[in-house]
């Protein structure tokens, strides 16, 4: 197998090969990461050729210094994923009353983490793609409240009430799942 950094280099030279093989050796953990963000799989992959389609456009401004290769291509594909799934999808609870009494420490008691990738992905479907992305967000990738907020341009309390609404409709399949 060719060295990361000839791959890289085959790139920045527009080759289509190393282009392709680039793609193939990051391919898996990108699908997985776009697939926690939509239901089907058509969208998912079609967000990870939207996202490597940027990187291939964008190798040049990639700085070793800055941090690893992977996380700048994570990144760049998972930033892509998020403005597809904006533009496609009503994030706002305006329907819902957003509850003040939402236990802080009920939203980060991560019910996840125990759990084998294949049943996370399973448990995800389950919620509504908005709920399915902000859960993502916070308990995988760990990203705060507020930045969820900022991210996807909604209020905090929208954001608590998709973390509040995933516990509740992931509830009964978890404590099944912990009970076993």
């Known amino acids: 197998m060719e060295d990361l950094d000839q ?6 030279r527009n ?11 990051f391919y898996v953990p990108l699908f997985c990461l776009c697939r926690r963000f939509f239901q089907n799989d058509h969208e998912a992959i079609e967000s990870v050729n939207d996202g490597m389609m940027k990187v291939f456009e964008r190798i040049g401004m990639y700085n070793a210094e800055k941090g690893k290769f992977f996380n700048w291509v ?6 892509t994923a998020l403005d597809k799934f904006r533009s496609s999808t009503v994030l706002r609870a305006e329907s819902y009353e957003v509850a003040e009494t939402i236990a802080e420490t009920d939203l980060h008691a991560n019910p996840l983490v125990s759990l084998e990738g294949k049943d996370l992905y399973i448990l995800l479907d389950r919620l509504s793609p908005a709920t399915r992305v902000i859960c993502g967000l916070f308990y995988i990738e760990g990203y705060t409240i507020k930045d969820i907020a900022e991210q996807l341009a909604i209020s905090s309390g929208t954001v608590k009430w998709h973390l509040s609404e995933s516990r509740k409709k992931l509830k009964s399949i978890l404590e099944r799942h912990f009970n076993d």
């Open 7 to 12: 791959i890289i280099r085959g790139c920045l």
């Open 15 to 25: 080759d289509r090969k190393s282009q392709e093989k680039l793609y193939k050796q």
């Open 74 to 79: 994570y990144t760049i594909v998972r930033n």
